[in-house]
């Protein structure tokens, strides 16, 4: 489904070159649940922005869904990423003034889809998530494990091929982080492919690989659970 080929990513200033990612080579399956770990600053988060097609490697190649997408114009990209892609993230990403629906709405508005169809998926992805009691909160009315679980509604809602987490459970207790890793799993039991950023080695067992990241490299062979 994703392949990276001596992937390398550096950011240039007037007077600096950082390297975030140097010569990182991996597959992805379809279906298959991996996890991203390391230190900080280690690059996780830019190879996760890479996968997810909202930053672009400055060499070798990304095969997306069969595709060479690396000199791939804004235009094809955010298409691929609006039909393809779901995010959850730390920190939520709620808005705030929209309720539970509106939140998971969002991510169908985006794609052109109509009202009708908007609701049916809706609900059948807060019924996922066990949230269909809260439809019409607002997310400073959830607890965090609940606005957690609206995040990964919102990532659902459009039946991606790809969920992309990064650190999902890190602002949530033990007993709500492993709710969100249950999710995931079941996520990837029904055909999704889920890649996981943690700095958690028992979340991250809960994928079928591992991979560790320092200084941007790959710093030991993908480890299998």
């Not at 379809?30 to 890479?50: V, Y």
């Not at 705030?96 to 059948?124: K, P, Q």
């Not at 009691?133 to 790809?162: C, E």
């Amino acid at each position: 489904m994703l392949q990276l080929i001596n992937l390398s990513k550096t950011y240039q200033t007037h007077e600096v070159e950082t390297t975030a990612l140097s010569s990182v080579s991996l597959e992805i399956g379809e279906g298959e649940f991996l996890a991203i770990m390391g230190p900080s600053g280690c690059g996780k988060s830019t190879l996760l922005n890479i996968l997810g097609l909202l930053d672009s490697p400055s060499d070798g190649e990304f095969l997306f869904l069969g595709e060479d997408i690396v000199r791939a114009s804004e235009r094809k990209l955010t298409r691929l990423r609006r039909g393809h892609v779901g995010f959850v993230f730390q920190s939520f990403n709620l808005i705030d003034e929209l309720t539970v629906e509106e939140n998971v709405e969002v991510a169908l508005i985006y794609r052109g889809i109509g009202a009708a169809e908007r609701r049916r998926r809706i609900s059948a992805a807060l019924e996922r998530v066990g949230l269909s009691h809260r439809a019409r909160h607002l997310p400073q009315q959830l607890s965090g494990g609940q606005q957690q679980r609206v995040a990964v509604a919102r990532a659902l809602v459009a039946q991606p091929k790809l969920i992309l987490a990064d650190e999902p459970t890190g602002n949530l207790d033990t007993a709500n982080g492993d709710a969100v890793m249950d999710m995931l799993t079941e996520i990837v039991a029904g055909g999704t492919t889920v890649v996981m950023v943690t700095h958690s080695q028992e979340h991250a067992d809960y994928a079928q690989r591992t991979l560790h990241l320092l200084d941007g490299k790959v710093v030991r062979p993908v480890s299998a659970r």
